[in-house]
């Protein structure tokens, strides 16, 4: 898996065990809250933030690749940000996230990202 870009900075926020399959857990990465799930062995990174009315989607429930608003139940895909359910309506931001040797890292943009990325 890929681990560098030239556009991105990855932040080392924990370690692999710390996110097991089924879960997600919440990162304060460089000041940003992240919510960061495990589904099917492969690690999804979205913002810790919902669109609604900024409930804490990482203390959310999930189900598949669907992560669940604690606050009032709007739902998302964390591969994507897109909503999947009401009241929300905007998508949440993604980030880049990998593992290696048994870390797990989240990519920033760095000084000389490019603005044509609109994952945030
Ligand atoms: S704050 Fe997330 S659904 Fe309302």
Request: hydrophobic share 40%; glycine share 12%.
């Amino acid at each position: 898996m890929e681990t560098s870009t030239e556009t991105r900075e990855w932040v080392q926020v924990g370690t692999s065990d710390a996110i097991p399959e089924g879960e997600a857990r919440t990162f304060d990465v460089a000041g940003v809250g992240v919510a960061i799930a495990r589904v099917e062995g492969r690690l999804y990174a979205v913002q810790d933030l919902c669109t609604h009315d900024d409930g804490p989607l990482g203390e959310g429930s999930l189900s598949g690749f669907a992560i669940q608003c604690p606050r009032h139940g709007a739902q998302f895909d964390i591969r994507t940000g897109a909503v999947l359910s009401m009241p929300a309506i905007a998508p949440i931001g993604t980030y880049e996230v990998t593992e290696k040797d048994g870390l797990v890292l989240v990519g920033l943009k760095g000084p000389a990202a490019d603005d044509d990325d609109d994952d945030w």
